[in-house]
C-alpha cells in the first residue's frame, strides 16, 4: 500500500466517525456546541508560533556604555563566559543577560585569557559583573578550570561569549536538574542566528568523531524539540553541577587549548552515573566560528582533529558503543537501547483541564521513570503551545503539523521502532488500529478506553428518556468491543468497568489503570475552610446535566438551612445556559476555566459530585480527596472507587437527600475529618502511581 493510500483509509475512517458521533452531539449538545467542534475537528492545524529570537538592541558593534548585570552573593548557578578578544561578542552575550535576567540567583563571571582588545577596559565598568583576567593566554579549558574554581554557585554554566542567550535559558537548565535527578549535565539547544538549528545535543560516532544533531534543520522539527539523553552537548552552553564538575577534575587538559573538551566531559559524566540531557526548552544563539574559525586545518581549530585521536585513544572502550560512522541519527537509532512506545489520542492532554488528561500525563511519567522512549502523536495534528512543550520538557518526542502529515504515512516511516503502541479512545483506535497492524505489526497494542464509552451514553440515554441516544449507545458498544477483541490489551479505570465487561466481553485481556495522582496531603483545617466547589469541563455532557441538576434543584435547598454558603463553579467553556441558570441562583458563583485549582481544594470546605449519569472513574473526586478535601456525590459519581459512605463519603441521589447530606456535612467537624483522613487513604491506596505501578509494568514492558 502506498503512503497516499495509507492516508487515505485513515481519513476515510475518521470522517465517517466523525459523522456518527457529530449526529450523537446533536443531541447532546446542541447546534452551536456541535459546530464548534466539527470546526476543531476539521481546520488545518498551524505551525507551532514561537517567540523570535531575542537580539539586543546594542549588539553587536554599538559604542560601549556601562551597564549592569544580574549578580548574587549566594547565587544558584555561576555562568562562566571565557573571552579572548571579540569584546564586542561579549558585551552582546552580556547585554542579553541583563536584557532578561533569569529568576534563578547567578553570579556571571568573565575569564579574560589575556586579550588585547577593549575587554580589559569595559568589562570592570559592568555594574554586578565578576571580571577575572588570567597572569598569561592558556587557551579555552584553562580559562574554563579558572572559572570553575572562582565559581561559587550549586551549578556552573560554561557560556561562549559569541553566544545570545535567549529569555528563559538558564531556568530552563536548571529547572532539568530538579526534574531529573540523575542528570548530571544539561546542554542548550543551539541555533544560527537566521533561526536555523545549529545543534540540539551532539553524536558520537564509534571512531570518536561527532554528529552535530539537526544542523540546519528546524528547531521545531520533533526529531530535536525535546528533553533527550545525547552523547554530548556543545560547552557554547552547558550546566554541571559544581560538586561534580569538581569531582571530575574539570575540563581534562589533554585537549588544550581546546576542542573535544566538552564532549570528553560528557562522556566522565556518564562514566560517574549521570545523564547527559539537551535541553531544547533552553535556546541560545551562537554564532559558530567567531573565536577560533572554521578552518580546521590551520590556527586552534586544527586541535580538534589532533584531538578526536586523543579522545578515541581515552574513550576507547566506551566508543564501541557507539553508533557506526557513517550512520544517519535519528529517533529509531538514538533510542534503539530503550523501549519506545507510542501513544496516539485526538489532541494533546491539557491536565489542568480534565481528569483524563491528569491521568495521561502521569502515566507518561511513569513509563519515563521506567526508562521508556515515549512519543505522543495528536492525530488532529496540533500543536497545543504550552501543553506540547510540557510533554517535550519531560523527554516525549511529540509531532504536530506541519512535520506530521498524514497518520498513515508517517506509521509507515516510524511504526516498525516500537514495541508498544496505545490508542486512547475507542473513536482513535478504530481509526488508527488497522494501520498499526501493517506499520508495527511487531508492536503490542493497548486500547485505553479512559471510561466505557457505551456504558456513559446508555445511562445518559436513559437519564434523558431519549430512544435515539439509547441506539447510538448500542452502536458505540458494538464498535468498542470489537476494538477490544482486536487489540491486545484494554486499560480500564473502573473497577465496576471490569465487572461489566466480564460479563460483556469476558474473552478480553483487560488490566485496570484508574486515575493516577500524588497524594498533596490536607489543606486548611476545618474551621478555616469555607464554601462549596464543584470541579468539571463543560464540554463533557455528564458535567452539563451535573450542574443543571445541582443549581436548579439541589443548592436552593441547601441555601435554605445555610444562607451564607457559597458554591464555586470551575470548569472551561461554561454555556450559556450554565450562566443563566447560576445568575438566578444566589450564593453561586461561575469562574470557568481556572489556570490553578489547588486553592479551592485546599480552602474550600466541601466538594460535590452531583453526577447522574457517567463512566469510569470522577476525576474530580480523586483531586479533591488528594488534597484532604470531602466530597458529598451521587452514587454514580463513587461507582467503582472502593469509597464507603459514611466513611469515606457521603452518598446521595435525590435532590433533597444531597442537599440534606452537604448541610450534614459542612456543619459536623468530625465526621468532616474522618472523611478526611479516609479520602487520602483511598487515593494512596487505589488511585496512586504507586499503586498502578505493578498494573503498568505488566501492560507496557513484560
Not at 561 to 589: K, N, S, T, Y
Amino acid at each position: 500500500m502506498s503512503m497516499s493510500l495509507a492516508d487515505a483509509r485513515y481519513h476515510l475512517k475518521r470522517i465517517v466517525g466523525l459523522i456518527r458521533r457529530g449526529l450523537a452531539s446533536l443531541r447532546t449538545r446542541g447546534w452551536r456546541a456541535t459546530l464548534h467542534r466539527v470546526g476543531v475537528h476539521t481546520r488545518r492545524q498551524p505551525p507551532p508560533q514561537r517567540a523570535p529570537l531575542f537580539f539586543p538592541e546594542a549588539a553587536p558593534f554599538a559604542p560601549f556604555a556601562p551597564f549592569s548585570v544580574p549578580a548574587s552573593e549566594q547565587p544558584r548557578a555561576s555562568i562562566v563566559i571565557p573571552v579572548y578578544n571579540h569584546c564586542a561578542h561579549t558585551l552582546a552575550c552580556l547585554r542579553a543577560l541583563a536584557a532578561h535576567p533569569p529568576a534563578a540567583s547567578c553570579e556571571i563571571l568573565v575569564v579574560d585569557d589575556g586579550s588585547s582588545d577593549e575587554t580589559a577596559t569595559w568589562m570592570p565598568q559592568v555594574q554586578g559583573l565578576r571580571y577575572h583576567l588570567r597572569e598569561r593566554n592558556g587557551g579555552f579549558i584553562a580559562a574554563c578550570n579558572d572559572g570553575l574554581r572562582l565559581s561559587r554557585g550549586d551549578y556552573v554554566v560554561l557560556l561562549n561569549n559569541d553566544t545570545v542567550p535567549q529569555p528563559g535559558w538558564l531556568d530552563a537548565l536548571l529547572d532539568t536538574f530538579a526534574r531529573v535527578p540523575e542528570a548530571g549535565l544539561v546542554g542548550a539547544q543551539l541555533l544560527y542566528p537566521d533561526g536555523r538549528l545549529q545543534e540540539s545535543g551532539g553524536v558520537v560516532f564509534d571512531d570518536g568523531s561527532c554528529w552535530s544533531y539537526g544542523r540546519f534543520e528546524s528547531p521545531e522539527d520533533p526529531r530535536y524539540a525535546s528533553l533527550r539523553d545525547a552523547d554530548y552537548c556543545s560547552g557554547a552552553a552547558l550546566a554541571v553541577p559544581r560538586a561534580l564538575f569538581e569531582q571530575l577534575g574539570g575540563l581534562d587538559a589533554r585537549y588544550a587549548p581546546a576542542y573535544y573538551e566538552d564532549t570528553d566531559l560528557a562522556f566522565k559524566v556518564r562514566a560517574a552515573g549521570r545523564r547527559v540531557l539537551v535541553q531544547p526548552a533552553s535556546r541560545v544563539v551562537h554564532d559558530e566560528g567567531t573565536s577560533n574559525g572554521t578552518d580546521t586545518g590551520s590556527g586552534v581549530k586544527a586541535y580538534q582533529v589532533r584531538n578526536q585521536q586523543v579522545f578515541a585513544d581515552k574513550w576507547r572502550d566506551a566508543l564501541r558503543r557507539q553508533l557506526p560512522v557513517g550512520s544517519v541519527p535519528g529517533p529509531a537509532l538514538l533510542h534503539r537501547d530503550q523501549r519506545q512506545i507510542l501513544v496516539l489520542d485526538e489532541s494533546m492532554p491539557h491536565p489542568d483541564r480534565d481528569s483524563a488528561s491528569l491521568r495521561q500525563v502521569n502515566l507518561i511519567r511513569m513509563l519515563l521513570a521506567q526508562g521508556a522512549h515515549v512519543v505522543f502523536v495528536p492525530t488532529r495534528g496540533e500543536h497545543a503551545g504550552g501543553a506540547t512543550e510540557a510533554l517535550q520538557a519531560m523527554g516525549v518526542e511529540v509531532w504536530h503539523a506541519p512535520f506530521l502529515g498524514g497518520i498513515g504515512s508517517w506509521l509507515r516511516d516510524n511504526g516498525k521502532r516500537f514495541a508498544v503502541v496505545m490508542m486512547v479512545r475507542y473513536h482513535v483506535a478504530n481509526e488508527c488500529l488497522a494501520l498499526v497492524r501493517e506499520f508495527a505489526p511487531q508492536a503490542r497494542t493497548v486500547f485505553d478506553t479512559v471510561d466505557l464509552h457505551y456504558l456513559r451514553e446508555r445511562r445518559g440515554a436513559e437519564v434523558a428518556g431519549d430512544a435515539s441516544l439509547l441506539r447510538g449507545a448500542e452502536r458505540t458498544r458494538a464498535s468498542e468491543l470489537a476494538i477490544m477483541a482486536a487489540t491486545d490489551i484494554t486499560l480500564l479505570v473502573s473497577a465496576a468497568e471490569q465487572e461489566q465487561l466480564r460479563v460483556d466481553a469476558p474473552q478480553v485481556r483487560v488490566e485496570l489503570v484508574s486515575n493516577l495522582h500524588e497524594v498533596a496531603g490536607h489543606g486548611l483545617p476545618y474551621a478555616q475552610r469555607h464554601d462549596l466547589v464543584f470541579v468539571g469541563g463543560f464540554r463533557h455532557p455528564p458535567n452539563l446535566d451535573a450542574m443543571q441538576w445541582f443549581i436548579g434543584e439541589v443548592f436552593p435547598r441547601i441555601r435554605v438551612q445555610l444562607p451564607d454558603v457559597r458554591f464555586h463553579c470551575i470548569g472551561a467553556d461554561v454555556p450559556e445556559a450554565i450562566q443563566a441558570l447560576a445568575a438566578a441562583c444566589p450564593g453561586v458563583i461561575v469562574h470557568g476555566y481556572v489556570p490553578d485549582v489547588v486553592p479551592y481544594m485546599e480552602q474550600a470546605r466541601l466538594a460535590v459530585a452531583p453526577l447522574r449519569y457517567g463512566a469510569g472513574v470522577k476525576g474530580k473526586v480523586n483531586l479533591s480527596m488528594a488534597h484532604g478535601q470531602p466530597v458529598v456525590a451521587t452514587s454514580c459519581g463513587v461507582e467503582g472507587m472502593f469509597l464507603r459512605d459514611g466513611q469515606d463519603v457521603r452518598v446521595a441521589d435525590e435532590a433533597q437527600a444531597f442537599a440534606d447530606a452537604v448541610v450534614q456535612l459542612y456543619a459536623d467537624p468530625v465526621l468532616w475529618q474522618r472523611l478526611s483522613d479516609n479520602g487520602l487513604h483511598n487515593i494512596a491506596r487505589h488511585f496512586s502511581m504507586e499503586a498502578a505501578q505493578a498494573a503498568v509494568t505488566r501492560v507496557f514492558f513484560d
